[in-house]
């Protein structure tokens, strides 16, 4: 079968007949991208926009809204309960990003290395698995299940301290304002440790197993492999993890909401519940409107900036195999 090829006209095929075959346009695959486009732009660029619009102005849910211009923005600068909130949630960046981060680390090397090599992939599986059991259940769920187990009088946790003769350690987890956003922390470390794990287990299964023989066999123990070989080998896995981390833990409102409605006093009080309270508790809709934008344009900065931190780290990743 011979092909023709003509400037200007379309390829075709020779069949051994004789006869022509013209082949068919390539179709666009635009089309197929037009649900997904126009989907998008009715949940999220349709709706952001109209809250930033609200944001400029003074509006109590009803009624036509008064446009005030900046006076939100300017309001929110000197509002110490949101700056006392977005302090809050820069403490759940460190329970659910960073933590989690180190601690996925260390689990998933031992899970890959050590639990893999002496005791066989399903036992692996099985504890990662176990691991990521928080990230299925619905926060509602997770939360009241906690505010049970750290209930004041008849907490699972202080039962167990009783148990054990430390009665005196014994406290008001969720109801203490000194360390009720410890225990919210503690609760979103165990929530979101198993997403990092899975993560990084997967980087682990396509680093190179060559470079961990040969430092070995070099004498390196195996934190100076993990340090120096398979750290450098999964760090766009890292990025990838540390982004979506501290995305979530800026946009966090299930675990709050469930567990101390941001109390008490505003203790765990963060932005996005800040919002809410603002929204739909103080009828504020304007002012309300001004935190989440603000929120987001955080969010999308954040975001912008884990992508190409990810895209240097995979160019680099690419040039040094080359």
């Known amino acids: 079968?011979?092909?023709?090829?003509?400037?200007?006209?379309?390829?075709?095929?020779?069949?051994?007949g004789g006869r022509?075959?013209?082949?068919?346009?390539?179709?666009?695959?635009?089309?197929?991208?037009?649900?997904?486009?126009?989907?998008?732009?009715?949940?999220?660029?349709?709706?952001?926009?109209m809250n930033t619009a609200v944001g400029?102005?003074?509006?109590?849910?009803?009624?036509?809204?008064?446009?005030?211009?900046?006076?939100?923005?300017?309001?929110?600068?000197?509002?110490?309960?949101?700056?006392?909130?977005?302090?809050?949630?820069?403490?759940m960046v460190v329970a659910m990003a960073a933590v989690p981060t180190a601690v996925g680390l260390v689990l998933a090397a031992a899970l890959f290395d050590y639990v893999g090599k002496h005791f066989g992939t399903r036992t692996a599986s099985v504890?990662?698995?176990?691991?990521?059991?928080?990230?299925?259940?619905?926060?509602?769920?997770?939360?009241?299940?906690?505010s049970w187990i750290l209930a004041p009088e008849d907490g699972s946790l202080n039962a167990l301290l009783r148990a054990v003769g430390l009665a005196s350690w014994q406290r008001d987890w969720l109801g203490d304002p000194d360390i009720?956003?410890?225990?919210?922390?503690?609760?979103?470390?165990?929530?979101?440790?198993?997403?990092?794990?899975v993560v990084f287990m997967a980087g682990l299964q396509r680093a190179d197993p060559q470079l961990q023989?040969?430092?070995?066999?070099?004498?390196?123990?195996?934190?100076?492999?993990?340090?120096h070989v398979t750290l450098p080998q999964i760090r766009p896995e890292i990025y990838?993890?540390?982004?979506?981390?501290?995305?979530?833990?800026?946009?966090?409102?299930?675990?709050?909401?469930?567990?101390?409605?941001?109390?008490p006093g505003g203790a765990t009080d963060v932005p996005s519940y800040f919002s809410f309270t603002t929204f739909f508790e103080k009828t504020q809709v304007g002012y309300g409107a001004a935190i989440s934008t603000v929120l987001t344009v955080i969010i999308l900065v954040l975001s912008a900036v884990g992508l190409k931190l990810q895209t240097r780290a995979e160019d680099a990743e690419q040039g040094a195999s080359a």
């Open 1 to 16: 079968m011979t092909v023709t090829v003509e400037r200007g006209a379309p390829v075709t095929h020779r069949r051994p």
């Open 20 to 49: 022509r075959a013209r082949r068919r346009p390539r179709t666009s695959y635009a089309l197929f991208l037009l649900p997904g486009v126009v989907a998008f732009a009715v949940v999220i660029v349709v709706p952001f926009l």
């Open 56 to 91: 400029f102005t003074d509006w109590q849910g009803v009624g036509t809204p008064d446009w005030s211009g900046l006076a939100n923005y300017r309001a929110l600068l000197r509002d110490s309960e949101f700056w006392a909130s977005f302090r809050h949630s820069l403490f």
């Open 127 to 146: 504890l990662r698995a176990c691991f990521y059991l928080p990230q299925v259940l619905p926060i509602a769920v997770a939360g009241i299940v906690w």
């Open 180 to 197: 009720a956003l410890y225990s919210v922390m503690g609760v979103m470390v165990w929530v979101q440790l198993g997403f990092p794990l």
């Open 213 to 227: 023989e040969a430092a070995e066999l070099d004498g390196a123990g195996w934190w100076r492999r993990f340090w």
């Open 240 to 263: 990838v993890v540390l982004t979506w981390c501290c995305i979530a833990a800026l946009k966090v409102f299930g675990a709050v909401y469930v567990l101390t409605k941001g109390g």
